[in-house]
């Protein structure tokens, strides 16, 4: 049967983009990457399947002043005695992943390898409002002498009197941009442990300083998965 995908993953990471670059693969392709600052996180709590349902670590990345952050949130850093980070997040990790990690610990950029296959989550870049043929890619009317102010319209949005409406969903002008954005099954072409980065292969959703989350792809996985089992029958 269809079983639901699994949320858990066995590697993730809190991130911060920092540019994209052109490298030399071994092959001599030309490959261009997004450099990432990734971590080190520092796990802040954790999460159990016997207190909350689920089993995460929830890590912080980046720094921040004290005065910057509320009381109630210091005294949640006070507790696990950490320093404020700038950012929080969970990550989902199987329950004997999520065993080995202790709060205080860190997680840095080596929890990834050069060659794996990545899922890189942003917010995208918000372009504000835009119209159908920036938005959906339409193809406009015709660029013609006797086309009067109509060139980049939409062009009939209904159907006469049945159903004598619009449906939901209709492909119209609107804002664009500024969501959540998860870049699937990107290669990961090198890792600098030592320098806190990350250089992945392609593009990440978002602007140069935004935050992303790192994951070990969850697609290519269930996929190999899907082979073992078949190769196994």
Not at 41 to 61: M, S
Not at 77 to 100: C, I, V
Not at 158 to 179: C, F, I, N, T, Y
Not at 185 to 202: A, D, I, K
Request: proline share 4%.
């Amino acid at each position: 049967g269809n079983k639901p995908m699994s949320k858990t993953y066995t590697a993730s990471l809190l991130g911060r983009k920092l540019g994209m670059t052109s490298l030399f693969a071994e092959d001599g392709r030309k490959v261009s990457c997004t450099v990432i600052e990734a971590g080190p996180c520092t796990v802040v709590a954790k999460r159990t399947k016997d207190d909350n349902g689920y089993d995460a670590v929830q890590v912080g990345f980046g720094e921040v002043k004290s005065f910057r952050v509320n009381k109630p949130m210091l005294g949640h850093f006070k507790k696990a005695g950490q320093t404020p980070a700038r950012h929080l997040a969970e990550l989902r990790l199987p329950a004997g992943d999520a065993a080995k990690f202790e709060v205080g610990q860190q997680i840095k950029a080596d929890v990834f390898q050069a060659g794996e296959l990545v899922d890189v989550t942003g917010t995208s870049k918000g372009k504000g409002f835009q119209g159908v043929m920036k938005r959906h890619n339409y193809a406009g009317f015709k660029m013609t002498h006797g086309t009067h102010e109509y060139r980049r319209h939409p062009g009939g949005i209904s159907a006469r009197e049945k159903p004598g409406k619009v449906w939901k969903g209709k492909r119209l002008p609107g804002h664009m941009g500024s969501d959540r954005v998860t870049a699937s099954n990107l290669r990961v072409f090198q890792v600098r442990p030592e320098e806190n980065l990350l250089l992945v292969e392609g593009a990440v959703p978002g602007a140069v300083g935004a935050i992303l989350k790192i994951r070990k792809a969850r697609k290519a996985a269930l996929r190999q998965a899907h082979k073992a089992r078949k190769a196994s029958k």
